[in-house]
């Protein structure tokens, strides 16, 4: 691990399934979700200031769920909704623990949480607060991985910390492939014409336009986030 931080800023891509009970996918576990949050706090207590972007994937997805009959624009406005709720939780978590977070929402719902905008988002994180930018971008067909992406670059983060269940981004599958080989780096252009799907195309082409680093890591190991966040070779750096 680096002796000195290398980011004074991070966006964090968490799915929803990191809160849930491991092996469920489904629903968000309390002890679980108080481990997630005890990982985050040491973020902020190695001086980062922290951005999150958390799925909603625990509790509704398109993708699962095609042959509802639920359209596409109605599916996503749940899946929005699911992060919304994910966001709440979270943030009540990293308050249990002394932590100041804000949750600033793409879609408009004050009882909850405070509408996103970038100044004052920004605002949040220079005081040190915890930000979790809820509701995806706020639009249909657009992944919570495109909004992560986004609000990096809104925010003016240093990296994007994607947290996966694998150790980094693999030439195919690990889990079905024992051959599979582990990039420790690899460019934009290439993941992109390997269409190696740790992150959707759009994230991976907006990150690459604007020369965001990406560190794609295994969130099931606890010292992996720490790591990642100080610049640690741990997983997968896309650059």
């Not at 994180?125 to 639009?139: M, P, Y």
Request: charged content about 20%; hydrophobic content about 40%.
């Amino acid at each position: 691990m680096p002796k000195k931080k290398i980011y004074r800023r991070v966006m964090l891509k968490l799915s929803g399934e990191a809160l849930s009970k491991e092996g469920k996918g489904q629903g968000i576990n309390q002890s679980v979700l108080h481990g997630v949050a005890n990982r985050i706090g040491e973020l902020t207590h190695n001086g980062l200031q922290v951005a999150i972007v958390v799925g909603g994937g625990n509790i509704w997805r398109f993708r699962d769920t095609t042959e509802s009959g639920i359209e596409r624009t109605s599916s996503d406005a749940m899946g929005m909704l699911a992060t919304i709720m994910n966001s709440v939780a979270l943030q009540a978590a990293l308050e249990s623990l002394g932590h100041t977070t804000r949750v600033l929402s793409a879609i408009n719902v004050p009882q909850l949480a405070e509408q996103y905008i970038r100044r004052r988002a920004i605002r949040h994180l220079e005081k040190g607060r915890v930000v979790i930018c809820a509701g995806g971008t706020g639009n249909p067909y657009f992944t919570t991985d495109s909004a992560a992406a986004l609000r990096a670059l809104e925010l003016n983060c240093d990296v994007l910390l994607k947290a996966t269940n694998v150790d980094g981004i693999y030439d195919k599958d690990p889990r079905t492939h024992k051959s599979a080989k582990l990039y420790t780096r690899i460019g934009y252009q290439d993941a992109i014409e390997q269409h190696l799907n740790v992150m959707d195309q759009a994230a991976f082409s907006l990150c690459a336009e604007q020369k965001l680093p990406i560190r794609v890591f295994n969130f099931a190991k606890k010292a992996a986030l720490l790591q990642a966040a100080l610049g640690g070779n741990v997983g997968t750096l896309v650059s």
